[in-house]
């Protein structure tokens, strides 16, 4: 009986798992928002290890690696699709600066038990997909175009963060990146305007 009991448990997890295991890979980021909030110090403290920053921290933390690594893809396809040697030159200093402040992300969050996304969220796979389909001008224009309204998205987001982070690290983080995203944002409208 208790063989029977074991094996209908392990094939009930084996079928959870499978049926997760096609949302985990589409929404790595929701995924990882949503293992932070069951770390919550106050009630999962002992089953978790408990997270070691405020539920905001953690979802700037989720939220700035996902744009991280959404910046460090769609850059490595820009290297391959573009026509443009500005376009090319800007995806060569995206893989350079954000695989530097992602690394530092990843080695913040370990410290303090901040569970990242592994992949980029279904959002950014949306719009690598509908680049994945562009070539010549229409990449590049359809390229700079999302890396402009992703550095909106992220200077935003890292001001709120340098002002608003309650963990001292996370927001001497943002503090840090702030510059190199205004940066980016600053130069890639640049690039914009020249394609007008």
Do not use: R, W
Not at 21 to 39: R, V
Not at 109 to 127: C, E, F, M, S
Not at 157 to 170: G, M, N, Q, V, W
């Amino acid at each position: 009986m208790k063989k029977i009991f074991s094996m209908l448990m392990l094939a009930a997890a084996a079928l959870a798992f499978q049926s997760c295991g096609g949302n985990a890979a589409n929404d790595s980021k929701a995924n990882a928002d949503s293992a932070n909030e069951t770390k919550d110090t106050s009630t999962h403290a002992v089953e978790t290890g408990g997270i070691a920053v405020v539920t905001d921290d953690a979802q700037f933390a989720v939220e700035a690696a996902n744009g991280g690594m959404a910046e460090v893809e769609l850059a490595k396809l820009a290297q391959t699709k573009a026509t443009n040697a500005k376009v090319k030159e800007y995806a060569e200093m995206m893989i350079k600066d954000h695989s530097k402040a992602n690394t530092e992300l990843m080695d913040l969050a370990k410290t303090k038990n901040i569970t990242l996304p592994t992949t980029v969220g279904a959002d950014q796979q949306t719009v690598m997909a509908d680049l994945q389909k562009k070539s010549g001008a229409d990449f590049d224009k359809a390229y700079v175009d999302a890396m402009v309204k992703d550095h909106d998205k992220d200077v935003s987001l890292f001001e709120k963060a340098s002002t608003d982070a309650k963990d001292p690290e996370l927001k001497s983080f943002a503090v840090k990146t702030l510059p190199v995203l205004k940066m980016h944002q600053q130069h890639i409208k640049v690039i914009q305007d020249g394609m007008k």
